[in-house]
């Protein structure tokens, strides 16, 4: 049988009509084309999908079960190395990982790992599951979790699974960290994905302790010693707004992204004045960074409402941090992408409220340290976008309320968390951390697989001190 | 869910909770405030811790209705719970022994989230002359309270129906002219009052703390939203205040930010009314 070349294409929503609606973009494969994409590969003897996989997904494995049709064999195997599959199988950037390094993809396109996971993950998420909770014996050791992102979460699942009583603590009033406040719905479903993985976990026995901000309502020292944890995993993500510092940024209408985004899918914003919090789009918006936080947020614009979205970046198309699939459905939707452009000051008009950005052109110079070519800005080319709304979505970084109330367990220079690579153990015993208040902003998989090797750090903590 | 355990009418629209929360209770400090959420589709609403009782394991809040959110929390009854409370946030106000005297001025509800500080200010041996300012006497509140945790309590009204005539600057400036050494003034109340506070202790670098009050989400420092210009640095109010250096912040800037979603809430508020009209109907 010939190799089919391509991939597989991933249905998705008429872009002309999913720029005005919030229901996801990917639709998914249905059987016969998972099936049929499944048979692209070519099962190697030695994968080198697998090495790109930050969790070692056993990748040939899984995918002879989905061109089987033995879908639940296929879900099975993708769990043992990954707790969230639905989840990354939507967000991984595979196009940097597995698929990166699959061999299809030397001369045609690689197999679409991604599509497939998902597959398998939504095919067993349909299916009814029942959850025994686990049986705690008399003396079971207690472990807290702080923060309920994907490194949270998947430290929890593991913890509880090796029989620690898990209570996880969260400042949000809902759970799932970046998955629920960060990345909208649109690309990752709340109530059908996240949440369900999340009620699945409390079934299991882990309680989930919302609302309660470690550093105020507890402190790390207090968890210990007055609240009987034995061990705590310290997973509160990157979640400090990076600003510009330039002129006019205090302006109404200029929006750090972490609160645009969270005014929208937190709270609700889309589905004003049903839900209460209101957020202002305006008719055109530009949108500062070149990553999935900014294509989430011009792509959210858009759907709010705003009739021109620019997405503003510094350096050319190739260097864009975001996810491929994303730049892809960012374009067909009709996002104006403002390359090699940099914002020197915010306009307002007489009310305090945003009326432009000014912007200033630039050429790329020769390779910074991140080996990426440096933007130069060409003097005199500045200019200015007629906008309402600027969003920054430059970057985030730690929030420090935990790390400042824990001053044994030490930080580096910006901020983060300093822990062991491999077990996630910080300098105060029996704290350990993991995701991205450790790595900085980085990716769900990367946390996922911190939460789990940290897991096992913390079991192995405690059987030998017991 | 945190229990409403006890609801006071204060004065017209303005209420009083005292809410069950035994650990917010044990680690709350005068200056801090709480977020609530009273319904899956309502807002994050930011409000002063009043009060705590640490025995009871109860905090108070003193909120006024001005809006949508405040209007849906001021229906909730005795017994009923409030859906998310989130606490205790910020930092707390800076009170310790030998600060010498200090004025503390509470206009409108303002006087609720000073309470506590005057009480601990006073509770450590500080001289504690408060200045409490209302539209009228019908709307005056906490008077008795306040008085408790005073060594001297100056009252001003707009109309002149109850203390001085005036507004809490005109009592300050009747301290600051007798003479008397004030070591630090701490201001809450509307952003108008607080400013014009800052104006009256700034030609005698009177060292002047206010309480600001931007429009926030999360409260923990993730959004930015809360943001105000102090000096020459841009501050999270939720994190690094809510109480600044008066003579350094940017009033017209808070200002300006505060009337943001003017037109929304507006909406908003229609919404609600409507919500609340067709219940009350069924
Ligand atoms: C808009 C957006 C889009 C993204 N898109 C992608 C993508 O497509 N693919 C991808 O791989 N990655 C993506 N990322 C990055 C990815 O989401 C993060 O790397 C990942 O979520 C990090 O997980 P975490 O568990 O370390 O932290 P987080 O997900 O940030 O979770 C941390 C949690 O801790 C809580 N917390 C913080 N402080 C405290 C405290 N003091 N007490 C209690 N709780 C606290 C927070 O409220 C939060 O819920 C995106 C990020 C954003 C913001
Ligand atoms: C730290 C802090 C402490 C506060 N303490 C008290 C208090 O003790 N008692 C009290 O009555 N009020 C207090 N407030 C103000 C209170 O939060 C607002 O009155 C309330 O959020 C208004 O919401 P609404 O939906 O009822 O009215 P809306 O009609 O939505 O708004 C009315 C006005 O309130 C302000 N506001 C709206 N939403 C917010 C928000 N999310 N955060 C802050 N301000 C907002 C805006 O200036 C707006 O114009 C405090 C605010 C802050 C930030
Ligand atoms: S977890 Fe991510 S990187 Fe690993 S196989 Fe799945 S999609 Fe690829
Ligand atoms: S490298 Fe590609 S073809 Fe080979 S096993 Fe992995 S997915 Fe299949
Ligand atoms: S309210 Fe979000 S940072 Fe202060
Ligand atoms: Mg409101």
């Known amino acids: ?466 | 869910m945190y229990k409403i355990l006890k609801k006071e009418l204060l004065s017209p629209k303005v209420w009083l909770y005292d809410i069950e929360a035994p650990q917010i209770a044990k680690k709350a400090q005068p200056g801090q405030f709480l977020i609530v959420r009273t319904d899956e589709e309502g807002e994050r609403i930011p409000l002063t811790i009043a009060d705590f009782d640490r025995a009871k394991g109860t905090v108070s809040i003193v909120f006024q209705e001005v809006g949508a959110g405040t209007e849906v929390l001021g229906q909730l009854n005795e017994g009923d719970d409030i859906l998310d409370v989130v606490a205790p946030l910020g930092k707390k106000t800076h009170i310790e022994k030998g600060m010498g005297t200090v004025v503390c001025i509470g206009g409108g509800i303002g006087v609720a989230p000073i309470y506590p500080i005057a009480r601990g200010m006073h509770q450590v041996g500080n001289k504690v002359i408060s200045i409490m300012g209302a539209k009228n006497k019908e709307i005056l509140i906490l008077e008795k309270q306040m008085r408790a945790v005073s060594d001297e309590v100056l009252v001003t009204t707009d109309d002149g129906s109850y203390g001085i005539k005036g507004f809490v600057t005109n009592a300050l400036q009747q301290i600051i002219d007798r003479g008397e050494k004030i070591d630090e003034v701490i201001a809450i109340g509307p952003v108008v009052m607080m400013r014009s506070v800052v104006e009256a202790t700034r030609p005698y670098k009177i060292k002047t703390v206010v309480s600001l009050n931007p429009i926030m989400v999360d409260g923990t420092g993730m959004c930015g939203g809360c943001r105000v210009q102090v000096g020459d640095e841009i501050k999270f109010a939720c994190v690094d205040g809510p109480e600044f250096d008066g003579h350094l912040v940017d009033f017209k800037g808070l200002m300006s930010r505060q009337r943001m979603y003017k037109d929304m809430e507006k909406i908003e508020s229609d919404h609600v009314c409507k919500l609340s009209t067709v219940k009350g109907e069924l």
Not at chain 1, 28 to 49: F, M, Q, V
Not at chain 1, 92 to 109: A, D, F, L, T
Not at chain 1, 235 to 244: D, E, H, I, Q, V
């Open chain 1, 1 to 466: 049988m010939a190799l089919v070349m391509k991939k597989h294409a991933m249905p998705e929503q008429d872009p002309q009509v999913r720029a005005h609606n919030f229901n996801e973009v990917a639709l998914g494969y249905d059987r016969e084309t998972a099936i049929a994409e499944a048979s692209r590969c070519l099962n190697c003897p030695k994968p080198r999908c697998v090495q790109g996989c930050p969790v070692q997904v056993k990748i040939p494995n899984f995918i002879a079960k989905v061109k089987s049709g033995d879908f639940a064999d296929a879900i099975g195997i993708i769990k043992e190395s990954n707790a969230l599959p639905a989840v990354c199988g939507r967000v991984c950037p595979q196009e940097n990982q597995c698929e990166k390094y699959c061999v299809m993809g030397v001369r045609g396109e690689p197999v679409g790992i991604g599509r497939l996971e998902r597959f398998a993950a939504d095919y067993d998420l349909k299916k009814p599951h029942e959850i025994k909770p686990i049986k705690y014996a008399a003396d079971t050791q207690k472990v807290a979790v702080v923060g309920s992102g994907p490194a949270g979460l998947s430290a929890a699942g593991e913890l509880a699974k090796k029989g620690y009583k898990v209570t996880v603590f969260e400042a949000l009033h809902k759970a799932g960290g970046v998955l629920s406040y960060g990345i909208p719905e649109f690309r990752l479903p709340k109530e059908k994905i996240v949440q369900v993985e999340i009620a699945n976990l409390k079934k299991l026995g882990v309680e989930i302790r919302l609302d309660t901000v470690i550093g105020k309502l507890y402190t790390v020292d207090e968890l210990m010693q007055e609240e009987g944890f034995a061990a705590v995993f310290v997973s509160t993500g990157a979640g400090l707004p990076s600003f510009m510092h330039i002129p006019g940024e205090n302006l109404n209408g200029v929006y750090s992204a972490n609160e645009f985004l969270t005014r929208c899918n937190l709270m609700k914003a889309y589905k004003f004045p049903e839900y209460h919090t209101p957020l202002k789009v305006g008719k055109t918006v530009a949108v500062v960074g070149g990553g999935n936080v900014a294509m989430d947020a011009a792509r959210t614009s858009l759907r709010l409402g705003a009739e021109h979205v620019y997405i503003v970046y510094r350096r050319s198309e190739k260097e864009l941090p975001a996810r491929l699939e994303e730049v892809h459905h960012a374009k067909d939707e009709g996002i104006d992408f403002k390359l090699l452009n940099n914002p020197v000051e915010v306009i307002g008009d007489e009310n305090g409220n945003v009326k432009a950005l000014r912007c200033i052109k630039m050429q790329l110079g020769e390779p910074d340290a991140s080996g990426r070519r440096r933007p130069i800005p060409i003097e005199g080319s500045e200019f200015e976008l007629p906008v309402e709304t600027v969003v920054v979505a430059i970057g985030q970084g730690p929030n420090p309320l935990v790390q400042s109330t824990t001053p044994d367990m030490h930080t580096n220079k910006r901020g983060n968390i300093v822990a062991d690579e491999a077990t996630g153990a910080t300098t105060k015993a029996g704290v350990f951390a993991g995701g991205d208040i450790v790595t900085g902003a980085a990716t769900v998989i990367l946390a996922m697989g911190a939460g789990k090797k940290a897991a096992q750090a913390i079991d192995e903590y405690l059987k030998k001190k017991a």
